[in-house]
């Protein structure tokens, strides 16, 4: 079971980027689904998760009203959308696997997560 992130890169401020996470050997549906992030030197911060379900989204409150996140069954994919981007938001983005199945809610902790991405990396500057 493994995720893999993609969609990190370069944006000037005010810019959108939308990561994906890609589960295999698993489905995801079955799983809150999790982003994170961590700036060098700091530690890493949750900012938004998904429930099994889909019917529950949590955003931390320096990404609310900025960033979404979606899911798409099919693909076994979830989105994560950043729009109007801050020089804040460079990060390595992480996205992570509940550790316990059909979870009713989800939350923004890294200790819940079990399976974890290799990470993509997302830079704004102008």
């Known amino acids: 079971s493994q995720l893999v992130e993609s969609g990190g890169g370069l944006v000037q401020p005010g810019g959108s980027l939308r990561l994906s996470c890609v589960g295999s050997?698993?489905?995801?549906?079955?799983?809150?689904i999790g982003w994170f992030r961590q700036a060098p030197g700091k530690e890493r911060e949750g900012i938004s998760c998904?429930?099994?379900?889909?019917?529950?989204?949590n955003f931390a409150d320096s990404v609310k009203g900025r960033f979404t996140i979606s899911r798409d069954i099919a693909r076994n994919t979830v989105y994560l959308h950043m729009n109007n981007l801050k020089p804040e938001d460079t990060a390595v983005y992480y996205c992570?696997?509940?550790?316990?199945?059909?979870?009713?809610?989800?939350?923004?902790?890294?200790?819940?997560?079990?399976?974890w991405g290799q990470g993509t990396p997302a830079s704004v500057s102008s």
């Open positions: 998904i429930s099994s379900s889909g019917e529950t989204t």
């Open positions: 050997g698993f489905t995801l549906e079955y799983y809150a």
């Open positions: 992570a696997a509940d550790a316990l199945a059909l979870r009713a809610v989800c939350h923004i902790v890294p200790s819940e997560y079990k399976i």
